[in-house]
């Protein structure tokens, strides 16, 4: 059988003008996953990972320790299917359902460092519509239409690889979650529960046969644990 490794971005910046960039926790984090991987004497066949920034920079730093442990490494390949869905444009499509119900939701979006269970409280509520499908807007991706995308994304990669092969993917959350969804059938309201769950840098390992897929492990983030350091633990 081969192997997927569905890893998750480094902590990024959360309440930054700019999420989309690792914060030195993250990179410390992605590094700390190299090391670990090295450690185990880990291979990848095939290394690939989404577009954003956060999911290829954490790739490069995972991978650049696995190589400087000397570890054959194969190079990143970029695969647009395993970018996260924009959850900025899912508020932006939400905002004014959040102000009927929530007169303090501007406060809250500007300021979330300060309000992060406030924010956390209204994402739920946007993730809750979308995948209800309660509001939809012209180039606005549905739950479907994405997770459709990144299971596409996911079959593309092992039609390419061989039987036996071992794959690295470097992705977010929401597409973990998504991949969730489709290959053990758990509903999308109880998949985001698992979401808000996957630590950063975590692993998540699929086993395929053909066309055949399925989970051996979810959310495995013992790198971090081993260094007993609370703050290497984070989930955004």
Same mark, same amino acid.
């Given at each position: 059988?081969?192997?997927?490794? =569905? %890893?998750?971005?480094?902590?990024?910046?959360?309440?930054? &003008? !700019?999420?989309?960039?690792?914060?030195?926790?993250?990179?410390?984090?992605?590094? %700390?996953?190299? *090391?670990?991987?090295? #450690?185990?004497?880990?291979?990848? !066949?095939?290394?690939?990972?989404?577009? /954003?920034?956060?999911?290829?920079?954490?790739?490069?730093?995972?991978? &650049?320790?696995?190589?400087?442990?000397?570890?054959?490494?194969?190079?990143?390949?970029?695969?647009?299917?395993? $970018?996260?869905? #924009?959850?900025?444009? =899912?508020? #932006?499509?939400?905002?004014?359902?959040?102000?009927?119900?929530?007169?303090?939701?501007?406060?809250?979006? #500007?300021?979330?460092?300060?309000?992060?269970? @406030?924010?956390?409280? /209204?994402?739920?509520?946007?993730?809750?519509?979308?995948?209800?499908?309660?509001?939809?807007?012209?180039?606005? *991706?549905?739950?479907?239409?994405?997770?459709?995308?990144?299971?596409?994304?996911?079959?593309?990669? %092992?039609?390419?690889?061989?039987?036996?092969?071992?794959?690295?993917?470097?992705?977010?959350?929401g597409a973990i979650t998504a991949l969730l969804h489709r290959i053990i059938g758990v509903p999308p309201?109880?998949?985001? @529960? /698992?979401?808000?769950? %996957?630590? $950063?840098?975590?692993?998540?390992?699929?086993?395929?046969?053909?066309?055949?897929?399925?989970?051996?492990?979810? $959310? $495995?983030?013992?790198?971090?644990?081993?260094?007993?350091?609370?703050?290497?633990?984070?989930?955004?």
């Amino acid at each position: 059988m081969g192997s997927i490794y =569905l %890893i998750r971005h480094g902590q990024a910046s959360f309440g930054a &003008d !700019d999420y989309d960039v690792l914060c030195a926790n993250g990179v410390r984090q992605s590094q %700390i996953l190299g *090391e670990h991987l090295a #450690r185990l004497g880990t291979r990848f !066949d095939l290394c690939y990972s989404g577009e /954003l920034q956060r999911q290829r920079h954490t790739a490069e730093h995972a991978l &650049d320790r696995l190589r400087s442990a000397g570890v054959p490494t194969p190079d990143l390949c970029i695969e647009p299917a395993f $970018n996260e869905f #924009r959850a900025e444009e =899912l508020i #932006r499509a939400h905002l004014p359902e959040l102000l009927e119900q929530e007169p303090r939701t501007l406060d809250i979006l #500007r300021n979330v460092t300060e309000h992060r269970g @406030e924010f956390q409280r /209204l994402f739920q509520r946007v993730i809750d519509g979308w995948l209800a499908g309660r509001l939809q807007r012209p180039g606005l *991706e549905s739950w479907e239409g994405f997770a459709s995308r990144v299971e596409l994304g996911l079959r593309r990669v %092992i039609e390419q690889a061989g039987e036996r092969a071992s794959i690295a993917v470097f992705t977010s959350g929401g597409a973990i979650t998504a991949l969730l969804h489709r290959i053990i059938g758990v509903p999308p309201l109880k998949a985001f @529960e /698992l979401n808000w769950q %996957i630590v $950063n840098t975590s692993l998540t390992h699929l086993k395929f046969r053909g066309s055949d897929v399925s989970l051996a492990s979810f $959310n $495995n983030h013992a790198h971090l644990e081993l260094l007993k350091a609370p703050e290497l633990i984070t989930y955004r």
